[in-house]
């Protein structure tokens, strides 16, 4: 059978896809696990800072050696972790590096926020062998740092 006129192509109707459950669910746990670590970071920051401003009370000092604030003899992954949190003190401006003869030492800011002077960055590296070479160049016997559980 032959029709005349504008011949159009039926198609039936596509149903939208639905998305499966899981994905659904997916999404809102990374989300909160994303919100959890940063947290947490948060509150080992706060825990750094907190126990760096104490030190430097209890020592009456003004600085403090880095390597023998951030080392934890017992744990190189705390020693890492410990690494991690004080760049974000530098990075807040609550506290700075400086190198002395040589060494690095850590300083408070005390009023906080971005650092007045000109500022330069590094980056930190350190392997197992660096680790232990340190614990025993600076005889670290024990950690200034409480580990966090």
Excluded at 11 to 17: E, L, W, Y
Excluded at 90 to 108: C, F, M, Q, S, V
């Amino acid at each position: 059978m032959l029709v005349q006129g504008d011949c159009v192509a039926l198609k039936s109707p596509r149903q939208a896809k639905r998305a499966s459950k899981s994905v659904t669910t997916e999404r809102p746990k990374e989300l909160t696990e994303v919100r959890e670590k940063e947290e947490t970071t948060t509150r080992d920051v706060s825990i750094l800072l907190y126990t760096l401003k104490r030190v430097f009370e209890e020592q009456a000092i003004d600085k403090i050696h880095y390597f023998k604030f951030i080392i934890d003899p017992e744990s190189f992954s705390h020693t890492v972790e410990n690494i991690f949190h004080f760049a974000f003190l530098i990075k807040e401006g609550r506290a700075g590096l400086i190198i002395e003869n040589g060494e690095p030492y850590i300083h408070l800011n005390i009023g906080g926020g971005e650092a007045t002077g000109g500022t330069n960055q590094g980056i930190i590296s350190i392997n197992m062998k660096m680790w232990k070479d340190l614990i025993d160049k600076y005889d670290i016997t024990e950690s200034m740092i409480k580990k966090r559980q």
